[in-house]
């Protein structure tokens, strides 16, 4: 059964600083990962797809690898940003289009 | 940006209560989900469909009902509400994109409390 885990649990960085969020799935046969962004009293925006045969995906100031051998991905976020602090959420897609959650990183930028 | 809507937002309950969920999406998403998360906890699966009139349960064991008569409509149904109920309730839909590009979009949710 395909369990996901992301650490830390929490992190709290001065703004400015590069920050890296962690996920790992314990099934490598997966379809795609997923890392997803969630505000208070919002739903979930989803950040970034990474296919199974990618390695990588970026958009702005967010970069995501996937290293399905190990069963691992980051979030790679630069020169963090107040408007940054959310809860980070990763998914792993199985190929009846149902995703397995981690219970997510809860990042807090320092002005 | 994705429009999916969920009301209420916010609904505190007595235990016995019957009480619905609304879920729509103008987007039409064949596909639907409907998720429980507790406060710093993952999102689980309880419903989900794959278009109308299919529904089906998911990994995590529910009371609640679902139906899905219309593509943009998929109601959550609790016909006795209990305190063990409370939680955050979200709504999700997505396209037909294959299994290894499909992404899915978010309603802001309904918070439960059930006394």
């Known amino acids: 059964k395909q369990e996901v885990t992301q650490i830390p649990a929490a992190l709290s960085v001065p703004e400015g600083e590069n920050l890296v969020l962690n996920c790992s799935f314990t099934d490598s046969a997966i379809y795609n990962l997923q890392w997803f962004r969630q505000d208070p009293g919002k739903g979930l925006t989803s950040l970034l797809l990474?296919?199974?045969s990618q390695r990588e995906q970026t958009s702005g100031r967010l970069n995501a690898s996937l290293d399905k051998s190990s069963g691992r991905s980051t979030l790679y976020i630069a020169a963090s940003q107040p408007g940054d602090s959310a809860t980070y959420l990763c998914?792993?897609?199985?190929?009846?289009?149902?995703?397995?959650w981690g219970a997510g990183t809860k990042l807090i930028i320092k002005p | 940006e994705a429009d999916i809507y969920q009301t209420p937002r916010y609904l505190v309950i007595g235990t016995g209560k019957k009480i619905t969920l609304e879920c729509s999406q103008t987007m039409g998403h064949d596909k639907m989900y409907w998720y429980q998360q507790d406060p710093g906890m993952e999102l689980h699966l309880i419903h989900y469909?794959?278009?109308?009139?299919?529904?089906e349960k998911g990994d995590l064991s529910s009371e609640s009902t679902v139906s899905r008569i219309r593509t943009e409509h998929f109601p959550l149904t609790l016909e006795s509400a209990r305190p063990s109920h409370t939680s955050q309730y979200l709504c999700a839909s997505s396209a037909g994109q294959g299994a290894t590009r499909e992404t899915q979009y978010f309603g802001p949710g309904t918070r439960l409390l059930v006394l």
């Open positions: 469909s794959y278009g109308v009139n299919s529904t």
């Open positions: 998914a792993v897609a199985g190929s009846n289009y149902q995703l397995i």
């Open positions: 990474i296919q199974s």
